[in-house]
C-alpha cells in the first residue's frame, strides 16, 4: 500500500498545488471524522482541488467508498490503511456560540436583527465577480473585531468590495464618520446607495475594479480599509496593495479574508512576504475560520462535475476564511496608483482550478 508522500507526489502531479504527506494526513483524518465531502474540506483546511483528487485516488485504489446520496465512508481496507497510519478522526473543540471568533455576540443582538431587516432583499451573488457572501454573525463579527481594536469608531473606513454588505452594517452601527465602497457590481452599487439614503447612513457607493487606479482624492484617505479580495497572488497584491495606499498615515488598519480551500500555505508565504517586505506593514492578527460563507447558488454548476462526491448539497456552511489584521508603519506603503491588469480568480488552487475536467 502506497506510503503518504507516494499519494502527496501523485496529487501535486495532478493539481500542480505543493502537496505533502502531512496534508494527505490531515484530509484522511478529516475523512475518518465525517462522510460529508465539503465538510471534509471545512476540517482539513486544504484546497479543494488537492481534497477532492485524494479522495478521488482512495476511491480507484479500493480504501473508500461514495455511497448514492454521495457520502464517503473508509471500508474495511480503508480503516485498516489509517490504523497502520495511526490516522485518527480529526478532533473540534470550537466554541458554537462564537463559532471560533471570541466575540460576544449577545451584546451585537440589535445590530443582527437590524441589519437582517435592512438586507432581506439584497442582491443576490453572482458568478460574473466570483461572488459568495457571509453570514450576519460573519458581518457583524467583523464590526466587533474592527471596533474592539480601535479601528471603527470616529474613522474613515473603505470598503473595496462590498457583496457582504459590511458598509451597510457599519453604518448601522453608527461608528464609523465616513464610508466608502468600491464595488465593481453595479446591482450593489446601487443597492447600496439607496439603503444608505433611506436610512440615513454615511455611505458613498461608486463602481470601482481595483486592476484601475484609486481616484486620487482617496488616496492616503482612510483609517480603516476592510476587503474580501480574490485569491491567486497577482489578485491579492493588487488588491491589498490597493487598499495600503488609501490609508493615511502610521498606525492605519486593514482586513482581509483569506482561505486555505484556495490558498496553500506555500501562498500564504509567498503572500506574506510581499506584506513584510513590498509593503511593509505587520500581521497582527490572524483568526482562524473567522468568515463563513453562505453557500451560493450556483456552485454545484460550476465545480467538480466529474465527481459525486462533490456534486453534492452542502449540510454546512463550508467555506472559510481566516480574517487577517494588518497595521501599517511609518515606512509602510502600498502599490503605484495606475492600472495593473491581472488574474483575478483562476489558478491551480481556485474552486475552478487549471485542472478541473469539469
Known amino acids: 500500500m502506497e506510503n503518504l508522500q507516494d499519494i502527496a507526489h501523485q496529487?501535486?502531479?495532478?493539481?500542480?498545488?505543493?502537496t505533502s504527506s502531512k496534508d494527505v494526513e490531515k484530509i484522511l483524518s478529516a475523512a475518518a471524522a465525517t462522510p460529508h465531502f465539503w465538510e471534509i474540506i471545512t476540517l482539513s483546511q486544504k484546497p479543494f482541488s488537492v481534497v477532492?483528487?485524494?479522495i478521488e485516488l482512495l476511491r480507484q485504489k479500493n480504501l473508500l467508498e461514495v455511497e448514492k446520496n454521495g457520502d464517503i465512508k473508509f471500508n474495511s481496507k480503508g480503516l485498516e490503511y489509517l490504523g497502520s497510519l495511526k490516522i485518527a478522526p480529526k478532533r473540534t473543540y470550537t466554541c458554537h456560540a462564537c463559532e471560533g471568533r471570541g466575540i460576544n455576540f449577545s451584546k451585537?443582538?440589535?445590530?443582527?436583527?437590524?441589519?437582517?431587516?435592512v438586507t432581506v432583499n439584497r442582491p443576490k451573488a453572482i458568478s460574473d465577480y466570483d461572488q459568495g457572501f457571509v453570514t450576519t454573525q460573519t458581518v457583524v463579527g467583523r464590526i466587533a473585531l474592527m471596533a474592539e481594536r480601535g479601528d471603527l469608531e470616529g474613522k474613515k473606513l473603505l470598503v473595496l468590495g462590498d457583496d457582504d454588505l459590511v458598509s451597510i452594517a457599519a453604518g448601522l452601527s453608527g461608528m464609523p464618520t465616513e464610508i466608502v465602497v468600491m464595488e465593481i457590481d453595479d446591482r450593489l452599487v446601487e443597492y447600496i446607495n439607496e439603503v444608505a439614503n433611506k436610512y440615513n447612513l454615511p455611505i458613498k457607493a461608486m463602481k470601482y475594479d481595483f486592476r484601475d487606479k484609486l481616484p486620487e482624492e482617496y488616496v492616503g484617505y482612510f483609517d480603516t480599509f476592510i476587503t474580501d479580495p480574490p485569491e491567486t497572488i497577482e489578485a491579492l497584491e493588487i488588491c491589498i496593495g490597493r487598499g495600503i495606499s488609501a490609508l493615511s498615515k502610521e498606525g492605519c488598519a486593514g482586513y482581509f479574508g483569506l482561505t486555505l480551500i484556495e490558498a496553500s500555505l506555500e501562498k500564504w508565504n509567498v503572500f506574506q512576504q510581499i506584506l513584510a517586505s513590498k509593503f511593509k506593514v505587520v500581521v497582527t492578527d490572524i483568526i482562524h475560520d473567522f468568515n463563513h460563507y453562505v453557500n451560493w447558488d450556483y456552485l454545484l454548476n460550476t465545480i467538480g462535475k466529474q465527481?459525486?462526491?462533490v456534486q453534492v448539497e452542502p449540510k454546512?456552511?463550508?467555506y472559510r476564511s481566516s480574517m487577517y489584521r494588518i497595521e501599517t508603519l511609518k515606512d509602510s506603503k502600498g502599490i503605484e496608483n495606475e492600472y495593473k491588469p491581472c488574474e483575478l480568480y483562476v489558478d491551480e488552487e481556485a474552486l475552478i482550478y487549471r485542472g478541473d475536467k469539469a
Open 52 to 54: 477532492a483528487e485524494i
Open 307 to 309: 465527481y459525486e462526491f
Open 11 to 18: 496529487i501535486y502531479q495532478k493539481t500542480g498545488v505543493m
Open 316 to 318: 454546512l456552511n463550508w
Open 108 to 117: 451585537l443582538e440589535d445590530l443582527i436583527k437590524k441589519f437582517d431587516q
